[in-house]
């Protein structure tokens, strides 16, 4: 018998636990009646972009409660980034910042930085993920997409003043990956971090919480 | 009218093509009657998605059905239009068909 893509039923049952067992069956009859791996993963990206922007629709409060706390824990832990920073720099190039200010040597703290800044983000993700339960991988998506428009904005204000601008250290680990002398990675590996990060840590609970439901 | 009670273009397609189906409504026919109707492919989790909502507005009920191995052993969910959402159709209807009747010959709209 023809078997749908494993891994595209796993990412559907990691996003939408609770998406009726009845449209999981519909993808399967569909397949196994002539349609595509292409089509199958088509209906997969579409079936995780509607659950998640339905679960949000039912859900604004927990949304908000996301959002809230995974900004909370990434600014915290960004609030200790410079010595976070530092103490890697020092440990991992026998750098500090005297060697910075004297020699003008940047790169160790330069890349303890953007270290720093995506452990943030993992840590903001998983803390979603895991206080969520039943709706991490929507949760985990809406505080994606806040911190990529945040970014964004972030960076085209720096851009557009054009000129030295003072940033709070706490700030720095935010919007310097958004910026060109970290290439904007933050672009491409802020929502790979935040989106793999939910992914790995959310699985269980979502399964105990909605195991036999048929919403 | 109330934010929530609301139809969508969407919505009433899918409400339509339940109305249109009957007593077979579920998922794949009414994805594949919204194809036959538009000429575009259409996501079963949109459909769905629309489906939840008009079940929250009282427009559609649903029932399952037995599971079946073709389906990996899940069971069809099968759709109902309610008698809010038959009303909430002639209303859409009626609605279409004034603002239709108000509206200039559409410049092309003639072979």
Known sequence: MK???????????????C????????LEEEFRSGRSSAWYWRQIVGAIVAGSITEAR????????????????????????DVMAQTLARYAWNWNRSDGYGYGVWWPFHIAG????????ALSALMIARTHAAHAMPMVLAYMVSVLSVLAASAAL????????????TLYYFVSIGLPFMWRSGFVLVPLVIFFTGLFSCGKEMEMTCAGTNR | MRRRDYLGQFELMVLLAVTAIGEDAYGVPIARELEAATGREVGLGSVYAALARLQEKSLVSSRTGDP??????RA???????????????????????LWRGLPELKGSRP
């Open chain 1, 3 to 17: 078997q749908s893509p494993v891994v595209a039923r796993w990412l559907l049952s990691r996003f939408t636990s």
């Open chain 1, 114 to 121: 953007f270290v720093v800044s995506y452990v943030g983000f």
């Open chain 2, 76 to 98: 069809k969910q099968y759709f109902e239009v309610t008698p809010d959402g038959r009303k909430a159709v002639r209303d859409a209807r009626r609605a279409f068909t004034r």
């Open chain 2, 68 to 73: 079946t191995p073709e389906r990996g052993g």
């Open chain 1, 158 to 169: 720096i851009e557009w003043i054009n000129g030295p601008i003072g940033v709070p250290h």
């Open chain 1, 19 to 26: 998406t009726p067992a009845a449209l999981q069956g519909d």
């Open chain 1, 58 to 81: 039912v859900h604004p409060f927990l949304v908000l409660r996301a959002l809230a706390s995974g900004w909370i824990v990434l600014l915290l832990f960004f609030a200790c980034g």
